[in-house]
């Protein structure tokens, strides 16, 4: 059981390149979410998914898109990279509806653009 | 603006006596609130839920509370541990909005 997967672990990218964090959980849950992490600013939620082909903000989308092509995929896109994109990205599953339970999460993305 | 605090960047205590950390929010209305345990380098772990109709909630050495009319969690771990240094973090499940919004976190560490 493999749980949340996240790909690529690290990158490093250039100012202005584009590039799709993928993630794929094998949980059967329909709620997917990426968030970013930042020294002091704890986890920053980018965009949701309550459930396959629905997407929502969160609090910092600006410059990502995100695309929930089937129930377990959950990727997000950076079109353009800029410098205050470096972060960490995790991605997390869990069930909403009837009662929620807990998230759980990748072992993140660590980015880097220069 | 909705807004989660916890209450210190960091928290120093002597192994085998009990952490306390706080978590206060405004401006939101969570039917649940949760916790995780955050390492070095990995994605955070799940460790409890609590519901919006509970007053506390237990799991071994740890307990929460929830106290909706001050708006605020505690969260206690008992006969603390040096494996029990992370960073903790809360955070706020508004139910059918389906958002988990969390805290900036407490790193704690526990002093041998």
């Known amino acids: 059981n493999a749980g949340v997967t996240q790909t690529p672990k690290f990158q490093v990218l250039k100012t202005g390149q584009s590039m799709t964090l993928q993630c794929a959980q094998d949980?059967?849950?329909?709620?997917m979410y990426w968030y970013r992490q930042d020294p002091g600013m704890g986890l920053r939620l980018i965009y949701y998914s309550a459930s396959e082909g629905t997407t929502d903000k969160g609090e910092v989308p600006n410059g990502y898109n995100v695309s929930r092509l089937n129930k377990r995929e959950f990727s997000l896109r950076l079109e353009s990279a800029a410098p205050s994109q470096t972060s960490v990205y995790f991605c997390a599953s869990r069930t909403t509806g009837r009662g929620n339970t807990e998230a759980f999460f990748g072992q993140g993305t660590r980015l880097t653009v220069v | 603006s909705q807004k989660i605090e916890q209450n210190s960047e960091a928290l120093n205590i002597q192994e085998g006596k009990t952490a306390t950390l706080t978590c206060n929010y405004t401006n939101y209305s969570p039917a649940y609130l949760q916790w995780y345990r955050q390492d070095p380098g990995r994605g955070p772990v799940f460790l409890l839920l609590i519901r919006e109709n509970e007053k506390e909630k237990r799991k071994e050495r740890l307990k929460v509370t929830f106290d909706t009319t001050l708006k605020q969690s505690l969260f206690h771990i008992t006969a603390s541990q040096p494996a029990d240094s992370a960073t903790y973090l809360c955070a706020l499940d508004a139910g059918s909005a389906r958002q988990l919004t969390f805290g900036s976190g407490t790193q704690l560490t526990v002093l041998p």
């Open positions: 949980m059967n849950h329909n709620s």
